[in-house]
């Protein structure tokens, strides 16, 4: 898997074993997305605060790149379970702007197409920074595939 970047924006997909709504819950759910997002000794979400509606705030909160990080945003847009938009703001890049993401599920015969789409990404140090969606994804799909949501 290697996200396709163009300009300010990245793009990453992957297929799922499962249907739209549990994979939906594994992203939204703060109990389920701290048990997926991370590998001990690398990069590690511990805590996670969401109110799920448009125009609610949520937050992240682990360890990663050495230090404590957080990340967080508004909810922009919810159509469950087949879209997902949200800000990001995370304090591991120091020039960091917010930016936005998308995440669209399309449910076909027990699969899921999760298209990631995290845009306004305006340097080069900022889309350097966010190359690890694909990491994120798998983990995503590891968990979702595994877990009784």
Not at 50 to 62: I, T, V
């Amino acid at each position: 898997m290697n996200p396709t970047i163009q300009s300010d924006t990245v793009v990453e997909e992957i297929t799922i074993k499962g249907s739209a709504e549990r994979i939906f819950e594994a992203l939204t759910n703060p109990i389920h997305r701290v048990r997926w997002w991370g590998a001990e000794g690398r990069f590690r979400f511990t805590h996670m605060e969401s109110d799920l509606r448009p125009g609610g705030k949520w937050l992240m909160r682990g360890t990663g790149f050495g230090k404590d990080v957080t990340v967080q945003g508004e909810y922009r847009q919810i159509e469950r379970p087949r879209l997902l938009v949200f800000t990001w703001l995370p304090t591991w890049q120091e020039d960091a702007t917010e930016s936005t993401v998308r995440i669209d599920l399309e449910e076909k015969a027990g699969l899921t197409r999760v298209r990631l789409t995290h845009s306004g990404l305006v340097s080069e140090t900022a889309r350097g920074s966010h190359r690890g969606w694909p990491q994120i994804l798998t983990w995503l799909r590891d968990y979702a595939e595994r877990t009784a949501i």
